[in-house]
C-alpha cells in the first residue's frame, strides 16, 4: 500500500481537487459543518500550527512553501495566520484556540503530540473548521493528511547503513539507534521501517527515544552508549534526523570515533557533513510536494470543495477512518547525489553548501559547477 500510495502522491499534485471527505468521525466533521461547507471564494484565512522551531526546516521550507501555495490558490487574495509551538504541546492548544477565535476556515496542524491535540481538533471542528494534518497524524476527527511514508524513510535510512558499513554489517557488529521523540508518531514508524531492515543483520547494543528531538539530548545518549558499549565496539550509528546526528558526531568525535552516522531532512548542516564525510547521509523529503499538497487539501476544505482527485489514499488513526491521504516519496541523499536533489530541487544553491570551509571538499566531490 506504501509504495502504491507514493506513485499517486508523486501524480497527484498536478491534478486539480473535486469531491470527498474522509469517513466515520471525520464524516461526522463534514455533517456537522454543511453551513460553514457552503462554496466560498478566494477570501479565506488559512490558519497554520507548526511545531518546533529547533529543526531547519519549519521556518526555512515548510512555512513560507505553505503561505506561497496559499496565494497561488487564491489569487493572493488567501491569508495564513501562523504560530509555532516551540515543541510545547500545551501552548499549541492555546494556539488552536486562538485560531478557532479568530475564525479561521481550515486549520493545517503539525502537531507537537498526536495524541494531546486530539481535544483541540475536535474544537475545532465542533466550530465548523476543517483540519489537516501535515507531516504528522494527529488524533482527532482531521478532514485529510499529508506526509512521507514514514516506514520507507526508517527502511531508506537502515538500508544505508547497512551499505555504509560494507563487510562490517554483521550479527555481531554492534551499533547504536537514536530514534524521535515518543510525542511523534512519526519517529515510532521511522523506528519500525528501521528495525525492519537492520533486525538480525546487526546488533543494536543501545537504543533510546530522544525527548522532544533534542540534539543535547541526542549528544548525552551517545556520549552514555559510547561509555557503556566501547567505542572500539561500535561500528555506526542509527540518527533519526539530522539535527540529531549532528550532536552525535559531535560525541563521536571527542571520543575520537568516526563511523557512519544516518539522519534526515538535508538540512544544509546535514548536507555540508556529508560533503565533508562526517555524516553518511540523510532523508531528502520533497518539503515544496509536500507543503503544496497541504496548501491545496486546506484550499479546497475551506472553500467546501472536496478531495478525492488529489488524495487516492486512505490512511487510519486510532480516531478516525479512511482519511484522504497523499503521501510524499523520499530518497536517500548521499554525497554522490547532492546535485540531483537538493540542487536541482533549488532547495540550496551549491555556493550556500560549498562556502567557506565547505569549499575545499566540495571540489573534491566535483560540487563546484
Known amino acids: ?21 474522509s469517513a466515520k468521525e ?32 519549519y521556518e526555512k521550507f515548510d512555512r513560507p512553501m505553505i503561505e506561497k501555495k496559499v ?10 495566520e501562523y504560530n509555532n509551538a516551540r515543541q510545547d504541546a500545551n501552548l ?55 506526509s512521507f511514508d514514514n516506514v520507507e524513510v526508517g527502511k531508506t535510512q537502515g538500508e544505508a547503513l547497512l551499505k555504509a558499513l560494507g563487510d562490517k554489517a554483521t550479527k555481531s557488529s554492534k551499533i547504536v539507534m537514536i530514534n524521535g521523540s515518543v510525542t511523534d508518531p512519526n519517529a515510532k514508524q521511522f523506528k519500525d521501517g528501521a528495525h525492519s531492515v537492520l533486525d538480525g543483520k546487526v546488533t543494536i547494543a543501545k537504543e ?35 539535527s540529531m546526528a549532528g550532536a552525535i558526531i559531535t560525541a563521536n568525535k571527542a571520543a575520537g570515533l568516526n563511523i557512519p552516522v544516518t539522519g534526515q531532512d538535508a538540512e544544509l548542516a546535514g548536507v555540508q557533513r556529508i560533503v565533508t564525510g562526517d555524516q553518511y547521509m540523510s532523508v531528502y ?23 478525492d482527485s488529489i488524495a487516492k489514499d486512505k490512511i487510519s488513526s486510532a480516531s478516525a477512518k479512511d482519511i484522504p491521504s497523499v503521501l510524499v516519496p523520499v530518497v536517500s541523499l548521499t554525497k554522490d547525489n547532492i546535485k540531483d536533489t537538493v540542487v536541482k530541487d533549488g532547495i540550496y544553491t551549491i555556493d550556500e553548501i560549498c562556502s567557506g570551509k565547505y569549499k575545499a571538499a566540495c571540489d573534491k566531490l566535483g560540487l563546484n559547477k
Do not use: F
Not at 1 to 21: I, K
Not at 71 to 80: D, I, M, R, S
Open 1 to 21: 500500500m506504501r509504495r502504491a500510495a507514493v506513485a499517486v502522491a508523486a501524480g497527484a499534485m498536478a491534478v486539480s481537487l473535486a469531491a470527498c471527505g
Open 26 to 57: 471525520s464524516k461526522g466533521n463534514d455533517d456537522s459543518s454543511s453551513a460553514s461547507s457552503a462554496k466560498k471564494g478566494d477570501d479565506i484565512t488559512v490558519g497554520l500550527l507548526l511545531p518546533e522551531n529547533k529543526t531547519a526546516r
Open 71 to 80: 496565494a497561488e490558490l487564491t489569487n493572493g487574495k488567501g491569508k495564513v
Open 92 to 146: 499549541q492548544a492555546q494556539q488552536v484556540d486562538t485560531m478557532i477565535t479568530n475564525k479561521v476556515d481550515v486549520l493545517i496542524i503539525d502537531a507537537v503530540d498526536a495524541k494531546a491535540i486530539q481535544n483541540s481538533v475536535k474544537k475545532a471542528v465542533d466550530q465548523g473548521i476543517k483540519v489537516v494534518a501535515y507531516d504528522r497524524l494527529a488524533e482527532g476527527p482531521i478532514s485529510a493528511y499529508t
Open 208 to 242: 533510546y527515544d530522544t525527548k522532544e528531538w533534542a540534539p543535547d539530548n541526542a549528544n548525552s545518549e551517545m556520549e552514555a552508549a559510547i561509555s557503556a558499549v566501547g567505542k572500539k565496539n561500535i561500528v555506526g550509528v542509527y540518527s533519526a534526523n539530522d
Open 285 to 307: 523529503k520533497s518539503y515544496p510536494q509536500e507543503a503544496a499538497t497541504a496548501a491545496q487539501m486546506a484550499v479546497a476544505l475551506a472553500k467546501g470543495e472536496s478531495l
